[in-house]
């Protein structure tokens, strides 16, 4: 039987890590990610899991051991957070191009400069068009949850692609939340071992990372764009088998009061539970008022998002990143652009807030929607607006 | 195990193995060194290897989509990263063959790469993955430039060379530091084995490339690596080339196990540098006071090396 038990997340990632059974963890020290590989490091010393922690000197080595050790065959985890995830950058897109399903947890964590420790979601949004299956969490059980099944995802046949689970840092990485944990036997059953089809092995010699001329690079591009965008059934269905074992259903764009709702915020991450009371909020005071929540970043949920907004007069987008000197939010964006070549379509308002830590109050998501539609009923709606900003 | 050659007074090719990892058909240019010194190192380590190629020469000249010029596994990655990727791979068999998903059996983990992905780029993850104590062998071929991207000078090109980022000219000689010293960045973390070698001592180039396969941890093997398109030389000099490197004491073949160093090659009479110097048309610049300038740092850093060694 499942045990429910209080565990700070980031602890609660690292048992789902353990019950997964990696071979290789590689990882470096990066506030807030430290208490997921500290507990892992426990885990190994205790004998709890048998695997080997390379204690690399950088998290661009972090994650080139775990390239190498996926390449062998292993099973492979990394953790990091903002300038570590950015340092690993150059591998990020190394790592998709050789279809190595390495899973990576990352505590969401503002860039540099100025020099700030807390979290937004500015090193997830860096990593954008990286080639990795990227999945936004809302709370502790989910993370422990994605933890397991992203090693399911990434290790399908059908996908073989990296995989990023992020969680807010701090605001869900170092709070104690009730997970229901599941024994080794449930999670074995879920999680078959990994056997690659293709790996580094002396007795079956081949040649991985070739370089390419222009005659080559377009087609195989394009089958790794192909590739990824044809994971989102796979990761539809491996969600919806977790769902029927063990009662928690995941999806890429999950609804909350949406349905008939004429204003829906869109948000993602853990920020979306606080979005939830302040719509309760706004149900009471009659307000036509829902909440979508974004799943999956990467492949982009494209035709659920279209079908989420359908009925819509207004989407408010709140986003924890910012491109600067660009569209504002990395969501509205992705979101105006899904919807562009829609006949009748919901009008977006893009709001940048909760950057660095800040935290985003129930009553702040009420005054973003209630901006929102002041901006709407004046005809005049901006291309975003930093939200919170004192003057 | 591999067996080491007995050295030879005269080079007999025939005394090493026919069997080719490194194929023939790849895109080395005339006369390339680091190609003659992998195609040695990889005769001596065998099929049970796999390598992990930094970006550089080596990688390019042989694996250009789709083709392949290697017979043992291979992965490239990125340019300052082998040591890390080489040092994933090792783990993970480590980890797979303790926990039972792989049989148990000896293979050799490599890194493979150029001075500077050695020197200058990765000297991070390579200083990373010696302290750390993985069993692998990182081979760094040195041809003293990035050649791959057109002649730029990195940290080992030697003093007085002349690149195209350290051009001679009116006020310049060329490069204007001395060649960083990778053997001894490696012996400092004190791992089991430290090699220099050469592709025109190929015997001994092959014997100590056995000797860090058969020993447990980390070993790293600077290969001096004659280049003649950046060095300017005609293309079947780079064995002479090479020798007069070795002869003049600019560059000296010695190991160092467990701490002990000792030669493995010991010039009678060295040579003057000035010979090695006029063979390359990067040092044509130099003047003669330039040449005893060299010289005598030459002398200087060859009593250092007598005084450091063993006695055997």
């Known amino acids: 039987m499942a045990r429910r038990v209080g565990l700070e997340v980031s602890i609660a990632c690292s048992e789902a890590v353990t019950l997964a059974n990696v071979d290789v963890i590689a990882a470096y020290p990066i506030t807030p990610q430290t208490h997921i590989v500290e507990h892992l490091s426990e885990q190994v010393a205790e004998g709890h899991l048998d695997a080997e922690y390379i204690k690399v000197e950088s998290e661009h080595s972090a994650l080139s051991c775990c390239v190498g050790a996926s390449a062998a065959g292993a099973r492979t985890f990394t953790a990091t957070a903002s300038q570590g995830l950015i340092l690993m950058s150059e591998i990020m897109y190394i790592a998709s191009g050789l279809r190595l399903p390495v899973v990576m947890a990352l505590a969401t964590r503002t860039l540099s400069s100025p020099l700030t420790i807390w979290g937004d979601q500015s090193d997830v949004m860096s990593q954008r068009d990286c080639g990795w299956i990227t999945i936004f969490c809302e709370n502790g059980q989910d993370v422990f949850d994605q933890s397991i099944i992203a090693f399911r995802i990434a290790e399908d046949r059908r996908v073989l692609f990296p995989t990023m689970i992020c969680m807010d840092g701090f605001h869900l990485s170092h709070v104690i939340e009730p997970v229901e944990l599941l024994s080794q036997e449930e999670v074995d059953s879920f999680l078959p071992p990994y056997k690659p089809e293709y790996r580094l092995d002396p007795h079956r010699p081949l040649t991985m990372g070739a370089f390419t001329m222009p005659d080559y690079f377009m087609e195989i591009k394009k089958q790794q764009d192909e590739a990824l965008k044809s994971t989102l059934p796979v990761i539809k269905e491996i969600w919806n088998e977790w769902g029927n074992r063990f009662g928690r259903y995941y999806q890429p764009v999950s609804c909350y009061k949406a349905e008939g709702a004429e204003t829906l915020i869109l948000i993602a991450g853990g920020f979306s539970g606080t979005a939830q009371i302040a719509v309760d909020r706004m149900r009471e005071q009659g307000k036509n008022v829902g909440l979508l929540r974004l799943k999956l970043w990467r492949p982009f949920p494209h035709q659920e998002i279209r079908d989420a907004v359908k009925g819509a007069k207004l989407v408010v987008v709140v986003d924890r990143a910012l491109s600067v000197g660009g569209q504002g939010g990395p969501i509205a964006a992705e979101l105006r652009s899904s919807l562009y070549h829609l006949k009748k379509r919901p009008a977006v308002v893009s709001f940048v807030a909760g950057l660095s830590g800040r935290d985003i109050h129930i009553d702040q998501f009420v005054e973003m929607v209630e901006r929102a539609e002041g901006h709407l009923s004046a005809g005049k709606i901006p291309d975003y607006e930093m939200f919170g900003v004192r003057e | ?312």
């Open chain 2, 1 to 312: 195990m591999m067996e080491t050659l007995e050295i030879k007074r005269v080079f007999v090719p025939r005394a090493l193995p026919l069997r080719e990892y490194f194929s023939p058909g790849h895109r080395g240019c005339q006369g390339c060194g680091p190609a003659l010194a992998i195609r040695h190192v990889f005769k001596a380590l065998g099929p049970n290897t796999i390598v992990a190629n930094a970006t550089s020469c080596s990688e390019i000249i042989s694996s250009p989509y789709p083709q392949t010029a290697w017979k043992v596994p291979w992965i490239h990655v990125a340019f300052e990263n082998a040591a890390a990727v080489a040092t994933g791979i090792e783990a993970g068999y480590k980890a797979m063959m303790r926990k039972g998903k792989l049989p148990q059996e000896k293979i050799n983990f490599v890194a493979l790469a150029g001075d500077g992905g050695t020197g200058d780029i990765g000297l991070q993850a390579l200083s990373g993955a010696m302290e750390r104590g993985h069993d692998f062998i990182y081979i760094c071929y040195d041809n003293e430039a990035y050649m791959n991207t057109g002649i730029q000078r990195s940290g080992l090109t030697p003093f007085g060379a002349s690149t195209t980022t350290s051009p001679a000219g009116k006020v310049s000689k060329g490069q204007n530091t001395w060649k960083k010293d990778l053997p001894a960045i490696a012996a400092a973390h004190h791992i089991p084995y430290v090699a220099t070698a050469c592709p025109s001592y190929p015997i001994d180039l092959y014997n100590k490339v056995a000797k860090a396969a058969a020993i447990e941890g980390p070993a790293y093997i600077h290969i001096l690596a004659p280049c003649p398109t950046g060095w300017r030389c005609p293309s079947e000099l780079t064995i002479e080339v090479g020798r007069m490197a070795v002869e003049s004491g600019l560059f000296n073949l010695f190991e160092i196990v467990n701490g002990k160093k000792r030669l493995t090659l010991r010039v009678p009479q060295r040579r003057p540098v000035k010979d090695y110097l006029k063979a390359q048309g990067r040092f044509r610049h130099l003047t003669e006071e330039d040449i005893r300038f060299i010289q005598e740092k030459v002398d200087e850093d060859y009593q250092l090396l007598l005084e450091e060694l063993e006695e055997v």
